[in-house]
C-alpha cells in the first residue's frame, strides 16, 4: 500500500526523470563533442588502411636510418616523445577500439621540415624541425601529438582512401596516402592520385583538422598537459610561417581560427586537466600508499 501511494505520489517524476534519460543525446559525454564518423571510410576495410600505414612507416624509417636521421632510441629529445605518448596512449580507446589492440610506435627523424604525423595504426613519426623551430614545450608538443594521434583515431587516412576510391580509384590509393600522411613530395607519388588528394583536401582536410583539433586537445588534458598550450602553439606557428605556411599547416585552418575554436571548448577540457593533474600530484613517489 505504501509502495502504491509512493507511486502516485512521486510516478509522474520518476517517468519523466526516465524519459529524460532516454531522451538524452547518444553523444552527451565530458569532454568535446565532434560528428560521428564518415560513412566513406566503410569503403576500405580498417585493416587494409593499417597494413599499407605500416608498410610505408617502416620504409620511411628505413629511408631515414640510410641517410643517418633516424633518431637513436637514446636521443633525449625521442625519450621525451616517447615518455610524452606513454601518457596519451592509454586514453585512446575511448576513441577507437581498435587503438586498444595497435602496436604503437614513436620515432624521431632529422629534418627540418616543420611536421609530425601518426599513421593508421599508431605509427607516429616527429620531425626535429618542428621541435627546434618552435621551441616546443611538452604541453605544445602533447596538443601536437594528440592532433596527431586524433587523425588515426578518426580514421581520417581511411575517410580519405574511401572518398579515393570513389573519385579516382583504388588504383591511386598508394600515392595518395603516401602524400598526404607522410609529407613526403608530392612529385614522388602518382600525380592523378595527387591531384586527387588535393581537391579532397580542400573540401574535407579543414574540417578534419578542426576535428583533430578537439580530439587532440581532449587526449592532452587526460593526459595531464595544459590545453591551453595550444593557443601558444599555433602563435608559435603563424610566427614561423612568415608569409609561407610549413608543411603541417597547408591544408589547416587559420591560426587565427583554430586558437579561437580552441579558446571556445577549453571550458569542457580544463575540469579534465585538473582532474589530471590533482590525481598526478597526489601519486606517492616511492609507490607506496600515503
Known sequence: M????????????????????????????????????????????????????SLQYQQTL??????????????????RLRAIAQKIIPLTGEWNERARQWKWEVNLIGSNQINAFCMPGGKIVFYTGILKTLQLSDDEVAMVMGHEIAHALREHARERM???????????????????WLGIDPRLTDTVAQQGANLLTLKFGREDESEADLVGMELAA???????????????????????????????????TRIADIEANLPKVMPLYERARRSKTNEPLDGKTP
Open 62 to 79: 628505413k629511408a631515414a636510418a640510410e641517410h643517418s636521421a633516424l633518431g637513436p632510441a637514446d636521443n633525449v629529445q625521442v625519450r
Open 222 to 256: 587526460r593526459a595531464g598537459f595544459d590545453p591551453r598550450a595550444g593557443v601558444s602553439l599555433w602563435e608559435k606557428m603563424a610566427a614561423a610561417s612568415k608569409g609561407a605556411p610549413p608543411q603541417w599547416l597547408s591544408t589547416h585552418p587559420s591560426g587565427n
Open 162 to 180: 574511401g572518398k579515393s576510391t570513389v573519385t579516382s580509384g583504388a588504383a591511386r590509393l598508394g600515392g595518395a596516402l603516401l602524400s598526404g
Open 2 to 53: 505504501a509502495m502504491g501511494k509512493w507511486f502516485l505520489k512521486h510516478g509522474g517524476a520518476a517517468a519523466l526523470l526516465l524519459w529524460a534519460l532516454a531522451s538524452a543525446p547518444a553523444w552527451a559525454r565530458e569532454g568535446v563533442e565532434v560528428g560521428e564518423r564518415s560513412v566513406f571510410a566503410d569503403m576500405v576495410s580498417a585493416e587494409q588502411v593499417e597494413q599499407q600505414a
